[in-house]
């Protein structure tokens, strides 16, 4: 696992080195921001709990990487509607292929975050099945995880989650949470609202605590 020595500086919008979509040029400007070597940079894996186009959730994730890089990498893992319906059956070799995919980014990672919409007071089918996948593995029982949400709705789901994710990871943090109220709204103003700079101060903050967390 990667060690962060140098987490995304929560004053980050306000720096001079930054690019218009408020992420750092390269990682020269990294380092003549931070006067350090850019070199131990964390590799999250961020999971949507919805598979549609415009999710709110899906959105948020892909302005958090934004966000984030190049201190640190974000992979937005859209795509839990390719995972067959999880059976204990399948779980031989080989694993279906997108299985063996998920499983191998998360393994990759130094930690994933979770954003997920509610369905029906609950976690979608769809995210419960991509973790019904991992429960019997080894890649995520060790694995640091937080949580996002996109809406101010969906505790419920959330409980469930928490529930769910403290069961099969000894790292799940129930302290690190981000929540935007983004319900309905379109990606381009997700990105927006994001890049404003109290939002962005907090998604900064969220990445650097959670980056930290990741390196303990
Ligand atoms: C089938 C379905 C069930 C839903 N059930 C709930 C619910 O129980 N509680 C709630 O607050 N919102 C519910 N919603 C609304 C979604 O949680 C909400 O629109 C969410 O922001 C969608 O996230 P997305 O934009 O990432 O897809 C439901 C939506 C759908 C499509």
Redesign the pocket.
């Known amino acids: 696992m990667a060690r962060s020595r140098l987490s995304l500086h929560p004053l980050a919008c306000s720096v001079p080195n930054l690019t218009a979509n408020g992420s750092y040029a390269d990682k020269t400007a990294v380092e003549a921001e931070f006067g350090e070597p850019y070199t131990n940079f964390m590799n999250f894996f961020a999971i949507?709990?919805?598979?549609?186009k415009?999710?709110?959730?899906?959105?948020m994730l892909r302005a958090l990487s934004h966000i984030a890089q190049p201190v640190h990498s974000i992979s937005v893992f859209e795509r839990i509607g390719d995972l067959p319906v999880f059976s204990p059956d399948l779980e031989m070799d080989p694993l279906p292929e997108p299985v063996q995919n998920f499983a191998e980014m998360i393994r990759q990672s130094d930690g994933l975050i979770i954003?997920?919409?509610?369905?029906?007071?609950?976690i979608?089918g769809g995210l419960k099945n991509a973790i019904d996948w991992l429960v019997s593995r080894d890649e995520v029982i060790n694995k640091p995880i937080a949580l996002m949400h996109?809406?101010h709705?969906?505790d419920?789901?959330l409980a469930q989650l928490r529930m769910v994710l403290t069961t099969v990871s000894s790292r799940f943090s129930d302290e690190l949470f981000l929540r935007f109220d983004?319900?309905?709204k379109p990606p381009a103003d997700i990105e927006a609202y994001l890049a404003q700079p109290e939002n962005r101060l907090a998604a900064a903050d969220f990445v650097s605590r959670f980056a930290t967390y990741c390196g303990d």
């Open positions: 949507s709990g919805s598979t549609r415009l999710s709110t959730n899906t959105a954003s997920s919409p509610e369905y029906v007071r609950a979608p996109a809406s709705r969906g419920d789901m983004l319900m309905k």
